[in-house]
């Protein structure tokens, strides 16, 4: 059994929006005052507060508050262990010795969504046939919600979103995923800036999918909305309703963007049963080039160009989409080691390292192979993959025993 979201659109009416704000800044508050609560234990006595020394505590703040009682137990208790959570995390990183990032109190603008799981005070019941649905909440009522799941299963918690001044619902469904596949291929893929990415079968026959280039189609859209909002006083009405506008253009920008990655992962996942692409870490990618005082960096502007770029196209959300998809499939998702691969470098006919720079779009080696640099990545990646490249330190692996490629 598997985890999915599936998002839906709500449709409050203008009294369940009022209460859905109120029981939002509600949550907002308890966030806030439970961490203020453990900030303050821990320097009066150097000990923590626990998730189960709060949540017990919600019976005398219900008393104290009879705001609160309007809103279901359970849910409120998701808010405290949403708190919990963020403690959690700060203390792994602060044993592996990352940047710690101390749990921060949250204004209503930064505190979009609350959430839901088990008990009672709310439910949701889809349609018979997974399109739309009606979420029920004690103390707010019956609202309609549009939206489809592709695979219905058992509703396990939900989130209620606050988002551009509209209400969505994400909720997440135990089920067991199945997509169809027509094919049994194999692939390599290369992702990139100039192309969105090009996909390469085993025999060397490619194609290159174009890049939509979201940013710079809306860039000349949006920039009088956002000149609109820098010349307005920060916090007044017409400032508020600018950004607003702004917001708006923004969300449509990425629901375009969000759409088209769900068609192309659709596609390719039907297609493809082996799927092999490099490992992207797309945080040293689009990393600043400013440096320090001391030793300042080059080409910062181009750079910083660049990392938008890169931003625009998603990459990391891509290619988990492509990743699920394929292994709802039955096939198979397969990242290689950039650092031991490769694969830009890398010739896939000898096998032999070939340096190149960013700027060179063709790959050339002295054993005769020629064809687009990008195209002779996907190529290396595919034959890693499948332990066939010569000398690679993969060679004689299969991916799967029982694959068959075409």
């Given at each position: ?30 966030y806030n005052a439970a961490l203020q609560e453990r900030i303050d234990c821990y320097r009066k006595t150097g000990k923590s507060i626990s998730y189960n020394d709060q949540q017990a505590s919600l019976t005398q703040i219900r008393a104290d508050h009879p705001e609160y009682k309007a809103i279901p137990v359970y849910i409120t208790r998701m808010t405290l262990r949403r708190l919990d959570k963020a403690f959690k995390a ?272 063709t790959h050339q080696c002295d054993c005769g192979c020629t064809m687009p640099r990008d195209a002779a990545s996907g190529l290396v990646a595919i034959k890693w993959a499948l332990g066939l490249g010569g000398n ?15």
């Amino acid at each position: 059994m598997d985890k999915r979201k599936i998002n839906y659109k709500l449709y409050p009416s203008q009294s369940q929006s009022e209460r859905l704000l109120e029981s939002l800044r509600l949550h907002q508050q308890l966030y806030n005052a439970a961490l203020q609560e453990r900030i303050d234990c821990y320097r009066k006595t150097g000990k923590s507060i626990s998730y189960n020394d709060q949540q017990a505590s919600l019976t005398q703040i219900r008393a104290d508050h009879p705001e609160y009682k309007a809103i279901p137990v359970y849910i409120t208790r998701m808010t405290l262990r949403r708190l919990d959570k963020a403690f959690k995390a700060f203390f792994e990183r602060v044993k592996k010795g990352q940047a710690p990032g101390f749990p921060r109190f949250r204004s209503l603008s930064r505190f979009s969504s609350f959430e839901m799981c088990g008990g009672s005070g709310w439910a949701f019941i889809p349609e018979a046939n997974g399109k739309h649905g009606r979420l029920s909440i004690n103390g707010i009522g019956r609202i309609k919600a549009r939206g489809k799941a592709r695979t219905l299963g058992k509703v396990k918690t939900s989130q209620v979103i606050h988002k551009h001044g509209q209400w969505f619902l994400s909720v997440t469904v135990e089920c067991e995923p199945v997509r169809a596949c027509k094919g049994q291929k194999a692939c390599g893929f290369d992702w990139g800036v100039e192309y969105l990415g090009t996909v390469t079968h085993e025999n060397g026959e490619h194609y290159a999918i174009e890049n939509p280039r979201y940013y710079r189609d809306s860039k000349e859209s949006l920039l009088p909305m956002q000149q609109a909002v820098s010349r307005k006083k920060r916090g007044s009405n017409r400032w508020k309703r600018a950004c607003k506008v702004l917001t708006q253009a923004r969300a449509k920008v990425a629901r375009q963007r969000h759409h088209d990655h769900h068609q192309l992962s659709h596609d390719l996942a039907k297609e493809y049963t082996l799927f092999a692409t490099e490992k992207l870490t797309i945080r040293n990618m689009t990393r600043t080039a400013k440096g320090t005082l001391d030793k300042p960096g080059k080409m910062v502007k181009q750079k910083s160009g660049l990392n938008r770029e890169i931003l625009d196209t998603a990459p990391a959300k891509l290619l988990a989409m492509i990743h699920y998809k394929v292994e709802e499939t039955g096939g198979e998702f397969v990242e290689i080691p950039t650092r031991k691969a490769k694969p830009s470098q890398r010739c896939p006919a000898c096998w032999e390292v070939v340096k190149k720079t960013l700027s060179e779009r063709t790959h050339q080696c002295d054993c005769g192979c020629t064809m687009p640099r990008d195209a002779a990545s996907g190529l290396v990646a595919i034959k890693w993959a499948l332990g066939l490249g010569g000398n690679s330190p993969n060679a004689g692996h299969s991916a799967k025993p029982l694959l068959s490629v075409a």
